[in-house]
């Protein structure tokens, strides 16, 4: 399983790494510091999951995901984000996210994220 891990901050990064390697040393982790780099990352690669955090530099993790839906990608995404808006929520919900974890991340927030991952909750 091929995960895009987007995120500008090294130390998220790695929390959300560290928490899917632990249960899943099988995947393969990919790191983008923000939504251009993951772009262009899935063009190439075309990862099975999107985690992204929304608010990078150079793009936003919400154009991120209205551009992957321009093109007809569907990659399963997580969205994990301090931006807890209502409206940014309600953005969300037309590209059909898995899920939106809120940070910060928490022990019962990344077994959550690996239990997706693996596919024991939806």
């Not at 993951?38 to 936003?60: F, G, R, V």
């Not at 990659?75 to 939106?100: N, P």
Request: proline residues 3%.
């Amino acid at each position: 399983m091929k995960i895009i891990i987007a995120d500008d901050s090294s130390f998220v990064r790695s929390v959300i790494s560290r928490a899917i390697g632990h249960s899943m040393p099988d995947a393969e982790l990919i790191f983008c510091t923000n939504g251009k780099e993951a772009y262009d990352m899935y063009t190439n690669i075309k990862s099975d999951w999107l985690i992204t955090d929304l608010l990078m530099p150079e793009m936003t993790g919400q154009e991120l995901l209205s551009k992957l839906n321009q093109d007809g990608a569907k990659v399963k995404t997580l969205v994990i984000s301090a931006d807890v808006q209502k409206g940014t929520k309600v953005e969300l919900e037309d590209y059909d996210i898995v899920k939106f974890i809120n940070k910060p991340l928490t022990p019962d927030k990344l077994n959550e994220l690996v239990e997706i991952l693996k596919g024991e909750i939806l």
